[in-house]
C-alpha cells in the first residue's frame, strides 16, 4: 500500500483516538431549564470519584462528583434531602456512562487504522 495511505490511515486513528480522550477527560456540563435555569458540571470520566467530599446524613454518607455553576438545586419538599442531589448524580452518572461508550466506539475504528498505518507498509 502506499505511503500517503499509511500516512491518512495514522492521521484518522490520531484523530479518533485524541477524541476518545477528549470525551474521557473533559468535564461535562448539563444544563436544566424550568422557572430558574440550573447549569452542572459533572466531573470528568476520568475524575469521578477522586476528591470527592463526603456528606453526612444520620447513618448515611454520600459523595457527589459534581458542582452547581449557575442557579441553586431546589430542596426536596418531602421525603429525603438528598432527592435531588441523588438526581443530578445519577444524570452525571449517565452522560459519563455515554461517554464511555462512545470512546469505545471510536478507540475500535482507531485501533483498526493504526495497525493499518503500521502494517501496511511492510513486505512479506
Not at 441553586?72 to 443530578?88: F, N, V
Amino acid at each position: 500500500m502506499s505511503a500517503k495511505f499509511r500516512i491518512g490511515c495514522g492521521v484518522v486513528s490520531g484523530v479518533l483516538a485524541v477524541w476518545a480522550l477528549a470525551l474521557l477527560f473533559t468535564p461535562i456540563t448539563l444544563t436544566f431549564y424550568g422557572e430558574d435555569e440550573l447549569e452542572v458540571e459533572c466531573k470528568s470520566v476520568v475524575q469521578a470519584g477522586w476528591n470527592s467530599k463526603i456528606f453526612y446524613e444520620g447513618d448515611g454518607t454520600r459523595s457527589y462528583s459534581y458542582r452547581e455553576v449557575k442557579g441553586d438545586i431546589p430542596l426536596a419538599e418531602q421525603g429525603s434531602s438528598w432527592e435531588h442531589k441523588d438526581r443530578m448524580e445519577g444524570k452525571c452518572d449517565r452522560k459519563r456512562t455515554s461517554n464511555v461508550a462512545w470512546a469505545a466506539v471510536l478507540l475500535a475504528p482507531a485501533g483498526v487504522l493504526a495497525s493499518l498505518s503500521v502494517s501496511a507498509g511492510r513486505k512479506h
